[in-house]
């Protein structure tokens, strides 16, 4: 049985700044991340990188298992309900220990190092799929992601509580999922070591813009993408409880076109037929997971350019004037809106202002701004920030 490390590489480099981190294996299945840190960070020291980086190892007894979690999922632990009631308990199961020394790097890693800083979490999927770009839809996320020759996919905090990225985006810091392909594909772990290759020059560690191998990698992920940078909204989930008897019909991978009336699934003997005509997105071939499969489409470019100048403006200052619509925490960006309201307004009137919405009781929402929490002045002197 493999043993792994918690730090599997930490570098500090000729420059206190920036700093870059790396989560893999959050998902003990999922190793291909882990094995792309050790590969691609071998040729770096601290004579010839120019920050601090750090690979960190997730869910290590789930690792050492080869299972996704194993008493319940650490990647839908970070709200911070939970880690305030994690912290008050006695006893604690597996995944909660680990959220805990996971905390107390990543406080560690703030407290003592220099800004700005990146948080990238390496993961694989269970079905085939082009390797891409989850993010919480903040706008330093989607200038920092477009530079990666991916599809991005947008919503995904919508859908999801807890995710780790969801909560550190939740403290203004730029943080992206990876996704780099199937769990045991060769070509996942290439992929990966793809992209952490990108990514130490796209923060600035390393100078490599202009280099062949930069290039090489650079043409690997843009033929291995397809889509290059298009831009994908999360609309709908098809959500399972642990014990339900689920399973997806054969030969669906994410980014597949989908048409409305296709079975996709059988769920506790009934079929289940898409609701849309739309592109499938990480549909679920493993025993352990509560997401069956999501539905996404496609951002029209017209409408992402707009959103930008209106956060920029700053026009969700006027929402809270509207009826039915109040502050839940200014300071926060949350907003509270009485269901009745809500019913006039479409989800993608929310987001063009970059608030989504979480139901929290029969009448009422709360929308989450992350332009509001974002720390922006940390990345505006960025070269990917202009």
Same mark, same amino acid.
């Given at each position: 049985?493999?043993?792994?490390?918690?730090?599997i590489?930490q570098?500090k480099g000729l420059?206190?700044s920036?700093? *870059?981190?790396?989560?893999?294996? $959050?998902? &003990? %299945?999922? #190793? !291909?991340?882990i094995n792309a840190?050790k590969e691609?960070?071998k040729?770096f020291t601290?004579?010839?990188? *120019?920050?601090?980086?750090?690979? $960190?190892? &997730? %869910?290590? #007894? !789930?690792?050492d298992?080869?299972?996704r979690?194993?008493d319940e999922?650490?990647?839908?632990?970070?709200?911070?309900?939970?880690?305030t009631?994690i912290?008050?308990?006695k #006893?604690?199961?597996?995944e909660?220990?680990e959220?805990?020394?996971?905390?107390q790097i990543?406080?560690h890693?703030l407290?003592?190092?220099t800004?700005p800083?990146?948080?990238i979490d390496l993961?694989?999927?269970?079905?085939k799929?082009?390797?891409?770009?989850t993010i919480n839809d903040?706008l330093?996320?989607?200038?920092?992601?477009?530079?990666?020759?991916?599809?991005?996919?947008?919503g995904i905090?919508?859908?999801?509580d807890?995710?780790l990225?969801?909560?550190?985006?939740?403290?203004?810091?730029?943080?992206?999922g990876?996704e780099?392909?199937?769990h045991d594909?060769?070509?996942a772990?290439r992929?990966?070591?793809?992209f952490i290759?990108?990514?130490l020059?796209y923060t600035g560690?390393?100078?490599?813009?202009h280099?062949d191998k930069f290039k090489?990698?650079y043409?690997?992920?843009?033929?291995a993408g397809?889509?290059n940078?298009?831009?994908?909204?999360?609309?709908?989930l098809?959500?399972?409880?642990?014990?339900?008897?689920f399973k997806m019909?054969n030969?669906?991978?994410?980014?597949?076109?989908?048409?409305?009336?296709?079975?996709l699934?059988i769920h506790?003997?009934?079929?289940?037929t898409?609701?849309?005509n739309a592109?499938?997105?990480?549909?679920?071939y493993q025993k352990?997971?509560?997401e069956g499969?999501f539905?996404?489409k496609?951002?029209n470019?017209?409408f992402l350019?707009l959103?930008?100048?209106l956060?920029?403006l700053?026009a969700?200052?006027?929402?809270?004037?509207?009826?039915g619509?109040?502050?839940?925490?200014?300071?926060?960006?949350v907003l509270k809106?009485?269901l009745?309201?809500?019913?006039?307004f479409?989800?993608?009137f929310f987001h063009l202002?970059?608030y989504?919405s979480?139901q929290t009781?029969a009448t009422?929402?709360?929308?989450y701004?992350?332009?509001?929490?974002?720390?922006?002045?940390?990345?505006?002197?960025e070269?990917?920030?202009?």
């Amino acid at each position: 049985m493999a043993h792994f490390n918690r730090i599997i590489k930490q570098i500090k480099g000729l420059k206190n700044s920036p700093t *870059l981190v790396f989560f893999g294996g $959050i998902h &003990g %299945n999922e #190793k !291909a991340g882990i094995n792309a840190l050790k590969e691609a960070l071998k040729p770096f020291t601290q004579d010839n990188i *120019l920050g601090n980086i750090y690979a $960190i190892a &997730g %869910n290590l #007894k !789930a690792l050492d298992e080869n299972q996704r979690y194993l008493d319940e999922d650490l990647n839908r632990l970070w709200t911070n309900n939970n880690i305030t009631a994690i912290k008050n308990k006695k #006893k604690l199961n597996s995944e909660e220990r680990e959220l805990l020394t996971l905390l107390q790097i990543l406080t560690h890693i703030l407290e003592t190092n220099t800004p700005p800083f990146y948080f990238i979490d390496l993961h694989t999927t269970s079905s085939k799929s082009l390797p891409f770009i989850t993010i919480n839809d903040a706008l330093i996320n989607r200038r920092f992601s477009k530079q990666f020759p991916v599809p991005i996919v947008l919503g995904i905090e919508e859908y999801l509580d807890g995710a780790l990225l969801s909560y550190i985006n939740q403290l203004g810091y730029v943080s992206i999922g990876f996704e780099s392909g199937q769990h045991d594909d060769i070509q996942a772990f290439r992929n990966h070591v793809a992209f952490i290759n990108l990514a130490l020059a796209y923060t600035g560690i390393i100078k490599e813009f202009h280099t062949d191998k930069f290039k090489a990698y650079y043409h690997q992920l843009k033929n291995a993408g397809i889509y290059n940078t298009h831009f994908f909204e999360i609309i709908d989930l098809y959500r399972i409880s642990k014990n339900d008897q689920f399973k997806m019909c054969n030969g669906f991978d994410s980014f597949q076109t989908i048409r409305k009336g296709e079975k996709l699934a059988i769920h506790e003997q009934s079929i289940i037929t898409s609701q849309y005509n739309a592109k499938i997105f990480m549909p679920l071939y493993q025993k352990k997971g509560s997401e069956g499969f999501f539905v996404i489409k496609s951002i029209n470019t017209m409408f992402l350019q707009l959103s930008v100048w209106l956060r920029l403006l700053k026009a969700d200052n006027l929402l809270s004037i509207l009826p039915g619509i109040i502050w839940h925490n200014k300071e926060q960006g949350v907003l509270k809106v009485n269901l009745k309201v809500a019913k006039f307004f479409a989800k993608p009137f929310f987001h063009l202002l970059g608030y989504r919405s979480k139901q929290t009781d029969a009448t009422h929402l709360l929308l989450y701004n992350r332009e509001r929490v974002a720390k922006t002045e940390m990345y505006k002197e960025e070269h990917w920030y202009r």
